[in-house]
């Protein structure tokens, strides 16, 4: 049974967390508007904090699950480079440190 959820994508790219953010801002803004459009000509604040609240549960179930449109764009990674066996690697910032300055 584990191996179904193994199987699902839980990535996304950067260019598809950029789409997921503007969607997810437009449908806030969108239904922020209109319920306070709507709750002001009802007059009833209730009606306004509902639709906000129904714009936001929209927004999540579009933008939180990595679905395939924010998935396009993968990045290609470099190969790894291969450990030497010689020498003990050191990390770029302990070189550094261990430079005397003049």
């Known amino acids: 049974m584990l191996a ?6 839980t990535h996304m790219d950067y260019k598809g967390q950029k789409l997921a953010e503007q969607i997810f801002q437009g449908i806030i803004l ?3 508007m209109i319920g306070f459009i709507y ?3 009802v007059e009833q604040f209730g009606w306004t904090v509902y639709i906000v609240l129904i714009g ?5 179930v579009l933008t939180m699950p990595p679905w395939p449109m924010y998935r396009k764009s993968p990045l ?6 291969p450990e030497s066996s010689g020498e003990p690697s050191q990390k770029p910032q302990e070189s550094l ?5 003049k």
């Open 56 to 60: 936001f549960a929209v927004s999540c």
């Open 76 to 81: 290609s990674w470099q190969p790894a480079l």
């Open 4 to 9: 179904i959820f193994n199987s699902i994508p």
């Open 39 to 41: 709750g002001l000509v």
């Open 30 to 32: 969108i239904s922020a």
């Open 97 to 101: 440190k261990k430079k005397k300055h």
